[in-house]
């Protein structure tokens, strides 16, 4: 347990403590400006110590080499100063030859070691270009992956945009399916209604045909009502023939209705062209064409009972409008609207 309280107590770098004591000891001295660029503010724990001198310390061997160099050149100093003594001491004495040899020995090891410290000098510069060239490269590297970053933080809002574009989109062509799909229904619908209304328009036509066929062909009738068990067959197919061809309205017809006022027959006819027109038989001509309808004329009728009751001229008629239009063909306006229906 001590041993690991111990190795959990904190402590600064022993290179910057031993910086700080050879500081405190030698004073203020040349270099001191670039020791202070140089100072390591690590504090941390005793088990740390290791791993921060290997790979983390600012005051790598430089700041040793440093201090060696000083100390050097401080021997130096002294020796030279031993030389001196050396010197006058040996031209007094009976020995000088043989200090005159030791002085040479000393200035020779002092070229040497004056050698030594430009070398080392020289490593020192050449250590800290190295050390200049791996920041500069290392800034580059940092430069490429910032821009990467920035790239694919780009490329990630593009991702998105385009996500969201995909999303309206789809949100639009999803109501756009199910509005073609609800007009399909209503379509649909609208052509079982008007499929039903071509089966009754078909009976009514097949009846209208009959009346008029009947009013065109007494002889026929008469034929009939004198043998109803014999069947004249030539009398019938050399009366049906083609009387009167109407032409005016730009789309099917839907509807027709004839009808006598007088001594005057009319036939009125309703079509997809959204008009309603009433034709004289007698003259074969088209005398009226009312186009108030905004959509298909279903069903087309001369009101008798208008005519009966006071002597006007009307048709009603009905439409895929919703409404219902009574219609003055003698005077060419339109007399009535129903339009209280919500479907057609």
């Known amino acids: 347990i001590i041993r690991q309280q111990v190795s959990d ?41 290791k791993d921060h001198l290997d790979k983390q310390c600012q005051l790598i061997s430089i700041q040793h080499i440093i201090l060696l160099i000083k100390e050097l050149q401080l021997q130096l100093q002294i020796e030279k100063l031993k030389a001196d003594e050396l010197k006058e001491m040996h031209l007094k004495s009976n020995t000088e030859i043989q200090q005159l040899n030791k002085i040479d020995y000393l200035q020779h090891e002092s070229v040497k070691k004056n050698a030594q410290i430009i070398e080392l000098t020289n490593d020192i510069q050449q250590i800290k270009s190295e050390i200049n060239q791996n920041i500069t490269k290392l800034k580059k590297k940092i430069e490429q992956c910032q821009s990467t970053c920035n790239s694919c933080t780009k490329l990630n809002d593009e991702i998105k945009h385009l996500k969201l574009e995909k999303e309206i989109n789809e949100k639009k062509q999803n109501k756009e399916i199910s509005k073609m799909n609800n007009d399909n229904q209503i379509l649909k619908q609208q052509r079982d209604n008007i499929l039903t209304e071509i089966k009754q328009l078909k009976k009514e036509t097949q009846f209208k ?46 509807s027709i209705d004839y009808s006598t006022f007088g001594d005057c027959q009319f036939i009125c006819s309703g079509s997809y062209d959204k008009t309603v027109r009433v ?26 009972y208008h005519y009966h009751n006071y002597r006007q001229h009307v048709i009603c008629s009905s439409s895929l409008d919703k409404t219902i239009r009574f219609w003055n063909f003698k005077h060419n306006q339109q007399l009535k609207i129903f339009d209280r229906h919500t479907d057609c």
């Open 9 to 49: 107590l904190l402590v600064i770098c022993p290179r910057q403590y031993d910086l700080k004591k050879r500081k405190s000891k030698e004073g203020t001295i040349l270099g001191e400006k670039e020791e202070q660029e140089n100072q390591c503010n690590y504090k941390g724990k005793i088990k740390e110590i």
């Open 279 to 304: 034709w004289d038989v007698d003259k074969n001509k088209q005398i009226q064409s009312f186009n108030g309808h905004s959509y298909s004329v279903c069903c087309v009728k001369f009101s008798l």
């Open 209 to 254: 045909n009959n009346q008029i066929y009947h009013h065109f062909n007494p002889q026929l009738l008469q034929t009939k009502s004198n043998s109803s068990s014999k069947f004249n067959f030539d009398l019938f197919h050399s009366s049906f023939k083609l009387i009167n061809t109407f032409t005016g309205h730009t789309n099917w017809t839907r």
